[in-house]
């Protein structure tokens, strides 16, 4: 599943808040909605540009994982673990940890996001999503497999649901850590 489900939830609240009729409306929420207005690109419909960003983040949410899971098993998956509110990296971080076998890394090479979302992090509220930081909610798995069979596994789920991505890889690392690389790809989805 893509990254970016806490931003676009957190968008939609935004603008609903500052376009209430209520007194007190969330004068933070305002501020926020404000930025967000002057970061969508003025070519874009407003509406659209969040309804998609929350559709998105909706459909996202509300597709379980059972179809990765199952998958697991056939391909010869040995660890794993959902990204939710450690982000990507804190949950990567935490496979690295709790592995049996010393030097063991993982190397974030690409983040899958919700489109749009890239942007409203950088320009208008950094939720730490290219640190990989960034909360999500029911978000999808992170599987480690044999490096042949991943490319497998991404086109066997993608026929079974919308996507799947090969976002990094295991590395040997003395220091057992989990990393974002330099040149990390941003794929917006």
């Known amino acids: 599943k893509p990254l970016g489900t806490q931003i676009a939830v957190n968008v939609h609240q935004w603008r609903k808040d500052a376009q209430s009729t209520a007194a007190a409306a969330d004068p933070t929420s305002t501020q926020l909605w404000n ?4 970061a969508i690109p003025t070519t874009e419909d407003t509406s659209l540009f969040v309804d998609d960003m929350m559709h998105s983040a909706v459909c996202s949410m509300a597709r379980l994982n059972r179809n990765a899971g199952r ?10 673990t959902d990204v939710t509110g450690y982000g990507i990296l804190g949950h990567a971080q935490n496979l690295v940890s709790n592995q049996i076998h010393p030097d063991v890394g993982i190397e974030i090479t690409t983040l899958p996001c919700i489109a749009n979302t890239m942007k409203i992090n950088t320009d208008v509220y950094d939720f730490g999503l290219f640190e990989g930081t960034s909360a999500e909610t029911s978000g999808g798995l992170l599987l480690c497999m044999p490096e042949d ?3 497998e596994y991404c086109k066997e789920l993608t026929q079974k649901e919308k996507t799947a ?10 220091q057992c850590k989990a990393r974002i690389v330099n040149d990390c790809r941003v794929l917006e989805v």
């Open 35 to 38: 930025r967000c207005l002057d």
């Open 165 to 174: 991505w090969i976002v990094g890889r295991v590395v040997h690392d003395p």
């Open 149 to 151: 069979r991943a490319t």
């Open 71 to 80: 998958l697991m098993t056939e391909y010869a998956v040995h660890a794993g």
